[in-house]
């Protein structure tokens, strides 16, 4: 029996997609076995962020309305032979068409064959969000460092406060600029988790090889070179119970010389 | 024995006080007030009005019955009922009056979007983020940090007062008063330990914890408990 854990953040554009595409890809990478789904019905995206988009036959439509069975549509990762699917929203319907019990039913089908299911939120807290929630088991927020996302981000958490079947949500504070928090001109870490006083689960970099991934339709928890990808690991080592020190968010490109004066001291 | 009268009038140092029994029916009362208030003309002499103080012992009286006992009485030209008194209240009023002086402990974080409503005195043991609502008919007490809006003394208590272990409201309402914070705060401010009263100018006022107790000694209650 596995897990059902839902992706969301309120306001639209902090990265709930991205995020979503990298814990999937992350899970799987460790050996899990994962299946994405994406309940932004009418705005899909996670297709294309993963790079399967082309590959869609059935929707989560066309599955609740039962013109087909889950198997049928769920798209299979080919990169992770056999442990990452994905199952896409409809493009031509709206919110509407499903209901709350509906995706419950569907997410407690899911968990019966895989290890985790990774549910991608809609922006807002209308219909989308309600779907979203209904199936899950634990919620992940994700925030940047800016007032009206965690603005945003607090109004989230009180509602998923609400929902009896989901346990205490885990933040994740995306596109952090180093320099930036280090002037004082962004919301600093520290600040935004004794704001929304939930655990922090994972801490992401600004990186601009996010958006080139993305792009190019692949996660970039795939590649391990990047500071992001190691981020998004990291989350899912933290999802899996293992216990992952923070992030050091400080450049750690100034060589080896500035370490050597670090060493001894000197400033 | 039947008892020889149902309506007393006391005159004490603080003026007239009509006793009406509470044994006998409710229009044996009325009738021997009528007959009583009409018989005294010894009142009815001095011009100016009279205030009396009435006591109807163990009797419970409807709202009704009160106005009506009050008009019986205000008919005789210059008697105005100033007080009525009685031992009885119903159940939902000790109830509303029980809650009305409680405190009531909270524990959570009141978010973005959420309104706590309480009836009596507010303890939030944690924090208002901007967004969040606390409503209380008597005092908010928060242990935590104030960032939303708070509102104290909400059915009319110019009285009430705000208290915050960290004093960044976005918006302060005791009774009808309401204040709103500075457009800018400096960064560094650290407004700790500070409570929120409504000055003798009927403004509202942020000032420091400690001078509550000049300001309202009324909230130091010493009733025991049970």
């Given at each position: 029996?596995?897990?059902?854990?839902?992706?969301?953040?309120?306001?639209?554009?902090?990265?709930?997609?991205?995020?979503?595409?990298?814990?999937?890809?992350?899970?799987?990478?460790?050996?899990?076995?994962?299946?994405?789904?994406?309940?932004?019905?009418?705005?899909?995206?996670?297709?294309?962020?993963?790079?399967?988009?082309?590959?869609?036959?059935?929707?989560?439509?066309?599955?609740?309305?039962?013109?087909?069975?889950?198997?049928?549509?769920?798209?299979?990762?080919?990169?992770?032979?056999?442990?990452?699917?994905?199952?896409?929203?409809?493009?031509?319907?709206?919110?509407?068409?499903?209901?709350?019990?509906?995706?419950?039913?569907?997410?407690?089908?899911?968990?019966?064959?895989?290890?985790?299911?990774v549910i991608d939120c809609p922006a807002g807290?209308?219909?989308?969000?309600?779907?979203?929630?209904?199936?899950?088991?634990?919620?992940?927020?994700?925030?940047?460092?800016?007032?009206?996302?965690?603005?945003?981000?607090?109004?989230?958490?009180?509602?998923?406060?609400?929902?009896?079947?989901?346990?205490?949500?885990?933040?994740?504070?995306?596109?952090?600029?180093?320099?930036?928090?280090?002037?004082?001109?962004?919301?600093?870490?520290?600040?935004?988790?004794?704001?929304?006083?939930?655990?922090?689960?994972?801490?992401?970099?600004?990186?601009?090889?996010?958006?080139?991934?993305?792009?190019?339709?692949?996660?970039?928890?795939?590649?391990?070179?990047?500071?992001?990808?190691?981020?998004?690991?990291?989350?899912?080592?933290?999802?899996?119970?293992?216990?992952?020190?923070?992030?050091?968010?400080?450049?750690?490109?100034?060589?080896?010389?500035?370490?050597?004066?670090?060493?001894?001291?000197?400033? | 024995?039947?008892?020889?009268?149902?309506?007393?009038?006391?005159?004490?140092?603080?003026?007239?006080?009509?006793?009406?029994?509470?044994?006998?029916?409710?229009?044996?009362?009325?009738?021997?007030?009528?007959?009583?208030?009409?018989?005294?003309?010894?009142?009815?002499?001095?011009?100016?009005?009279?205030?009396?103080?009435?006591?109807?012992?163990?009797?419970?009286?409807?709202?009704?019955?009160?106005?009506?006992?009050?008009?019986?009485?205000?008919?005789?030209?210059?008697?105005?009922?100033?007080?009525?008194?009685?031992?009885?209240?119903?159940?939902?009023?000790?109830?509303?009056?029980?809650?009305?002086?409680?405190?009531?402990?909270?524990?959570?974080?009141?978010?973005?979007?959420?309104?706590?409503?309480?009836?009596?005195?507010?303890?939030?043991?944690?924090?208002?983020?901007?967004?969040?609502?606390?409503?209380?008919?008597?005092?908010?007490?928060?242990?935590?940090?104030?960032?939303?809006?708070?509102?104290?003394?909400?059915?009319?208590?110019?009285?009430?007062?705000?208290?915050?272990?960290?004093?960044?409201?976005?918006?302060?309402?005791?009774?009808?008063?309401?204040?709103?914070a500075p457009d800018h705060v400096p960064e560094?401010?650290?407004?700790?330990?500070?409570?929120?009263?409504?000055?003798?100018?009927?403004?509202?006022?942020?000032?420091?914890?400690?001078?509550?107790?000049?300001?309202?000694?009324?909230?130091?209650?010493?009733?025991?408990?049970?």
């Amino acid at each position: 029996m596995g897990e059902a854990i839902v992706v969301t953040s309120g306001k639209g554009g902090v990265g709930k997609t991205t995020t979503s595409a990298n814990i999937g890809t992350a899970l799987a990478l460790q050996g899990k076995r994962v299946c994405l789904v994406d309940t932004d019905i009418g705005l899909r995206n996670l297709d294309v962020v993963m790079g399967l988009e082309n590959r869609i036959i059935y929707d989560l439509v066309d599955v609740i309305e039962g013109r087909c069975k889950i198997h049928q549509a769920l798209v299979k990762d080919k990169r992770f032979d056999d442990h990452l699917y994905l199952l896409p929203a409809a493009q031509t319907s709206d919110k509407t068409a499903v209901q709350p019990e509906q995706m419950r039913k569907l997410v407690n089908e899911l968990k019966q064959d895989y290890d985790y299911i990774v549910i991608d939120c809609p922006a807002g807290i209308e219909q989308g969000y309600k779907n979203a929630v209904a199936g899950a088991d634990k919620a992940i927020v994700v925030t940047t460092p800016e007032v009206s996302a965690v603005r945003d981000a607090d109004r989230i958490i009180g509602l998923l406060e609400k929902e009896e079947n989901v346990e205490s949500p885990k933040l994740v504070i995306n596109r952090i600029r180093t320099h930036m928090m280090k002037n004082g001109d962004m919301l600093d870490v520290d600040e935004i988790t004794t704001h929304l006083s939930i655990d922090l689960i994972g801490i992401v970099a600004d990186d601009d090889e996010v958006i080139k991934a993305s792009n190019h339709g692949e996660p970039i928890a795939l590649n391990p070179n990047s500071k992001a990808s190691i981020a998004y690991r990291n989350i899912a080592r933290r999802i899996l119970g293992e216990s992952v020190p923070l992030q050091q968010l400080d450049n750690d490109n100034k060589g080896v010389f500035s370490k050597i004066k670090k060493f001894f001291g000197v400033r | 024995m039947k008892k020889s009268q149902n309506v007393t009038i006391k005159g004490t140092k603080d003026g007239l006080t009509l006793h009406l029994d509470d044994t006998c029916s409710y229009d044996e009362l009325k009738k021997e007030l009528d007959r009583k208030l009409s018989n005294s003309t010894r009142v009815q002499e001095e011009q100016q009005l009279l205030s009396v103080k009435v006591k109807v012992g163990n009797r419970y009286l409807t709202k009704a019955q009160e106005e009506e006992l009050k008009d019986l009485i205000r008919q005789k030209r210059n008697l105005i009922v100033e007080d009525l008194e009685t031992n009885v209240i119903t159940r939902q009023e000790a109830e509303r009056l029980r809650q009305e002086t409680e405190i009531v402990p909270v524990a959570k974080v009141i978010r973005s979007g959420q309104v706590l409503e309480i009836t009596g005195d507010l303890l939030l043991i944690g924090d208002v983020n901007p967004g969040g609502t606390v409503k209380a008919t008597g005092n908010i007490f928060i242990m935590g940090a104030l960032k939303g809006v708070a509102h104290a003394g909400t059915e009319g208590n110019n009285e009430a007062v705000i208290a915050a272990s960290v004093m960044k409201p976005s918006q302060l309402r005791i009774s009808d008063c309401i204040n709103r914070a500075p457009d800018h705060v400096p960064e560094d401010d650290n407004r700790v330990m500070e409570c929120a009263y409504i000055s003798d100018n009927q403004q509202i006022v942020v000032d420091r914890l400690q001078v509550l107790m000049k300001k309202r000694p009324s909230l130091t209650r010493f009733e025991g408990g049970l």
